[in-house]
């Protein structure tokens, strides 16, 4: 069958299995084992127009929806059923046909994987063997198992030994696994560069090959237990990825033809779902981080303030370790406290105007500011002065840079931040209550 006789093959199908959507799906043929080109249409009336049902829900039943294939003839305006078959009355084996087919054109998954050996049984103490070990675009392994007519019981059991065996797998013995399967299947060629041109990277030292717990599995048979699909989505929601391909064999006269479709989960809950984990993963990464900020403010706090204690500072001394990446103690002016930042790349010491009125806040600081030649001499060096002509507060400050979550840094940090506060109050704090009484006084 040739494609420029325009014959196309119309296949209808609810691949919203869980979301109720609707779509058609034209595909293409040209020869015996097809590549897949899909393009959808949203059209929702096409249930109704051809009379299609749609797959039932996963849940609680084997997942052998009612699907059906149709060639259209343009001539006559009208459709032919195909005729669907098993891979069995077709004399098709799992190992000789289907692993083959897939390990070919292995984009007919729906995605760019390398297959990187076949029947692989590199497992120490197990003479078990997967059937395809491939990587994706991300450097994650890839477990591929076929069961052509049936699924049976046990394969999500099979399957997830084979990604706990795998999870030990180095970059170093990734390497070397598709060299063998390079030299046995594809005469030879270098294996670090193949992967290289995979990933899209120079050198293979820059990328990480399958990172902690992100082995993938792939499910690929015509037909799906209940006992396969429940466990399936059962894992997905546990965060596990995991996809199951439905492959079917139709006949039309004396064409065969592949149908391949993900129905576990449908491509646009995998969006939502990878898309839910990376929210997901996001926020842990967040809430990680963020404990961890928070256990160093409070260690930085409580070894800052103890020194401050031992050289007979009182300014903080009621003053108790915190969270936060601030601690600020009263100069005697109301809303106008002196404050100690402790930022990841910089520290400061300041003063902060940030009083309920902000009328009085500028008003205490332009008083300020008329004397700062005066304050900045007392003080040994310039200060910042922000007024934040758009906000209610303002502040003058200084500030210098430092790694400061870097421990080793601490005493010189420390030095700084004790020396700066002590300057700043003997510089600021009479001109400060000064201001602050001359703005309450005139009703500013």
């Given at each position: ?42 059209r929702k009336d096409e249930k ?77 103490d197990t003479r078990e063997r ?315």
């Amino acid at each position: 069958m040739k494609l420029d006789q325009c014959e196309k093959w119309l296949q209808f199908e609810t691949v919203g299995v869980l979301l109720g959507e609707f779509r058609l799906r034209f595909r293409q043929w040209g020869g015996r084992i097809p590549r897949l080109r899909r393009v959808y249409s949203e059209r929702k009336d096409e249930k109704e127009k051809y009379n299609l049902s749609s797959w039932e829900r996963i849940e609680g039943s084997d997942l052998k929806g009612r699907h059906q294939m149709f060639q259209i003839n343009r001539t006559d305006n009208c459709l032919t059923k195909l005729d669907e078959r098993t891979f069995s009355e077709l004399n098709f084996r799992e190992r000789e046909h289907l692993q083959e087919w897939l390990a070919q054109i292995p984009d007919a998954l729906g995605e760019d994987l390398l297959i990187v050996q076949k029947e692989f049984d590199g497992f120490d103490d197990t003479r078990e063997r997967l059937d395809l070990l491939a990587l994706d675009k991300d450097g994650n392994l890839v477990v591929i198992e076929n069961k052509l007519d049936d699924t049976g019981r046990d394969v999500v059991w099979q399957a997830l030994k084979y990604a706990a065996y795998c999870s030990n797998l180095t970059k170093s013995q990734i390497v070397d696994i598709y060299q063998k399967y390079l030299d046995r299947y594809e005469g030879g060629g270098g294996a670090s560069a193949k992967i290289c041109q995979f990933l899209d990277v120079e050198e293979l030292d820059e990328v990480v090959l399958n990172s902690g717990t992100s082995q993938r599995v792939i499910f690929i048979a015509a037909n799906f237990r209940k006992e396969v699909t429940s466990t399936a989505l059962w894992l997905l929601g546990s965060g596990i990825r995991i996809q199951c391909f439905s492959v079917k064999p139709y006949s039309f006269g004396e064409e065969l033809l592949l149908d391949i479709r993900q129905i576990i989960p449908t491509p646009e809950a995998e969006e939502y779902m990878i898309g839910l984990s990376s929210k997901e993963t996001e926020e842990k990464r967040a809430h990680a981080t963020q404990r961890s900020r928070h256990s160093i403010r409070y260690e930085y706090w409580q070894q800052l303030l103890e020194k401050m204690r031992e050289e007979g500072l009182t300014l903080f001394q009621n003053i108790s370790p915190a969270n936060d990446n601030w601690l600020n103690a009263g100069s005697g002016a109301s809303g106008c406290p002196f404050t100690m930042i402790f930022g990841k790349r910089d520290v400061r010491v300041q003063v902060d105007f940030n009083g309920s009125d902000r009328d009085i806040n500028k008003a205490i600081f332009d008083k300020l500011h008329e004397r700062k030649g005066e304050i900045e001499a007392s003080f040994g060096e310039p200060l910042v002065w922000e007024r934040m002509e758009h906000a209610k507060q303002s502040r003058v400050k200084s500030v210098h840079e430092f790694d400061s979550y870097d421990r080793d840094n601490w005493p010189e940090i420390n030095r700084w931040m004790i020396d700066t506060l002590q300057r700043l109050e003997t510089a600021i704090r009479q001109p400060l209550l000064e201001a602050a009484d001359y703005a309450r006084t005139h009703g500013l």
